[in-house]
Nanobody, 118 residues
Framework: QGQLVESGGGLVQPGGSLRLSCQAS????????MSWYRQAPGKERELVAR????????SYADSVKGRFSISRDNAKDTVYLQMNNLKPEDTALYYC???????????WGQGTQVTVSS
């Protein structure tokens, strides 16, 4: 079965940076659109960034445009989220998501906590 394991979360001051990683296993990574979602306490889960399977085209939530960058390495079965100029409102549990291009298979990671606070 497929698995996603996130890492890289932590506590950072406003204006700081973090790089999240998501290691995939058990499925053909290049056949999946990869996304990062986040969920803050008391709020719904929201899409943060997405990268397509082959072309690597990216899209972002308006709230993170210009500050976050998603990328993928199909040779390493890994997707990254570079987060710069972090704000307190970026505090959330960040989840990695894999959505198959060829089927209805979807995988979720367990999440990694990002806390932005002084």
């Amino acid at each position: 079965q497929g698995q996603l394991v996130e890492s890289g979360g932590g506590l950072v001051q406003p204006g700081g940076s973090l790089r999240l990683s998501c290691q995939a296993s058990g499925f053909t990574f290049s056949h999946y659109v990869m996304s990062w979602y986040r969920q803050a306490p008391g709020k719904e889960r929201e899409l943060v960034a997405r990268v397509t399977s082959i072309s690597g085209s990216t899209s972002y939530a308006d709230s993170v445009k210009g500050r976050f960058s998603i990328s993928r390495d199909n040779a390493k079965d890994t997707v990254y989220l570079q987060m710069n100029n972090l704000k307190p409102e970026d505090t959330a549990l960040y989840y990695c998501n894999a959505d198959s291009v060829y089927s209805r298979m979807i995988y979720w990671g367990q999440g990694t906590q990002v806390t932005v606070s002084s």
